[in-house]
């Protein structure tokens, strides 16, 4: 399994970026897509997270309102549409997939991860 995220970078408060994972190697056809970020010294955190046969996302309240994830099925890709940044959103953005049977927001419930790509809003 490989997960490939990109499209972060430095940004304005108040502008946009979208994040972007391409998943790849993945053999379930029902799983979890998740963005999670990491700020220095503090833990990793859930921000949203969709599953592949459908239902609404889920947001962190910190992002909810500003950011928006979406998957192309084709593509196997996910996205996640991040408006109106906010310096407190910095961090290392990374994305995570698997079978998730608990909270999609605790991280110990992904086995593959991104590399991550560094967000920040200054």
């Known amino acids: 399994v490989q997960l490939v995220e990109s499209g972060g970078g430095l940004v304005q408060p108040g502008g946009s970026l979208r994040l972007s994972c391409a998943a790849s190697?993945?053999?379930?056809?029902?799983?979890?897509m998740g963005w999670f970020r990491q700020a220095p010294e503090k833990e990793r955190e859930g921000v949203a997270a969709i599953y592949t046969y459908g239902g609404s996302p889920y947001y962190d309240d910190s992002v909810k309102d500003r950011f928006t994830i979406s998957r192309d099925k084709a593509k196997n890709t996910v996205y996640l549409q991040m408006d109106s940044l906010k310096p407190e959103d910095t961090a290392m953005y990374y994305c995570?997939?698997?079978?998730?049977?608990?909270?999609?927001?605790?991280?110990?419930?992904?086995?593959?991860w991104g590399q991550g790509t560094q967000v920040t809003v200054s």
């Open positions: 995570a997939a698997d079978i998730v049977g608990g909270m999609w927001s605790s991280p110990g419930n992904f086995n593959y």
């Open positions: 190697g993945f053999t379930y056809r029902r799983y979890c």
